[in-house]
């Protein structure tokens, strides 16, 4: 049950930063769809990726939970960039994979805001996602660190990824963030480890 309160936060955090993200047009935009999860693989035409989780230990979550996790009604899920542009949400979940011990993996989709601040690269985004992340946990005991940016190759595009920590009641939580511009959108994968459970690297192998 902490585990589920602690990605919950997690998940709340990254819809909270998103509401002030203006991700960087390309000059190609492509019509986003949401992406489909059946049995034990996520694909996504539109961000072009694929997750599968293994045999055993891992559960994706259902729209219900997801939807209830963004206090909306599983229905104001967007299908499609039409009706998600004129939503009120800021980022919608694409999926939730989590295993028995606590690890676990979210993509988010963000859209651009009307009232949103000026972001002229991804630099800029990974600064001021790090400044929206400390803030919003400031009040909760929680503390996040970061470690140096780096480009990854997730699927076949690149990704800019985030190390960071999050540290809850002096239990050291590892994170790694990874996101990349489609065109008026902004796919972000958050990969969190629990101690003893799913490294990084390991679900970073579970995209393709």
Not at 9 to 24: D, E, H, T
Not at 108 to 115: D, M, P, S
Not at 127 to 137: G, H, R
């Amino acid at each position: 049950m902490k585990i589920r309160r602690i990605t919950a936060l997690i998940v709340a955090v990254l819809m909270l930063a998103a509401v002030f993200c203006a991700c960087k047009p390309s000059e190609e935009p492509k019509a986003y769809t949401r992406g489909k999860t059946e049995g034990k693989t996520y694909h996504s035409d539109f961000a072009d990726l694929t997750f599968t989780i293994p045999d055993g230990n891992w559960l994706f979550s259902t729209d219900e939970e997801i939807a209830a996790m963004m206090g909306i009604g599983a229905e104001a899920l967007a299908k499609d960039g039409d009706s998600f542009d004129v939503s009120k949400v800021a980022s919608t979940v694409e999926f939730q994979a989590m295993s028995m011990g606590g690890s676990n993996v979210v993509m988010t989709v963000e859209k651009q805001n009307a009232l949103s601040i000026a972001l002229n690269s991804m630099d800029d985004y990974i600064k001021y996602i790090k400044d929206a992340m400390t803030d919003q946990v400031k009040n909760s005991g929680y503390t996040y660190t970061f470690g140096e940016d780096k480009d990854v190759t997730l699927g076949s595009h690149t990704f800019r990824r985030l190390d960071a920590t999050l540290t809850v009641n002096g239990i050291e939580i590892e994170q790694a963030i990874c996101i990349r511009f489609e065109g008026k959108y902004l796919v972000n994968i958050t990969m969190t480890e629990t101690a003893g459970d799913v490294d990084i690297e390991t679900m970073q192998e579970m995209i393709s």
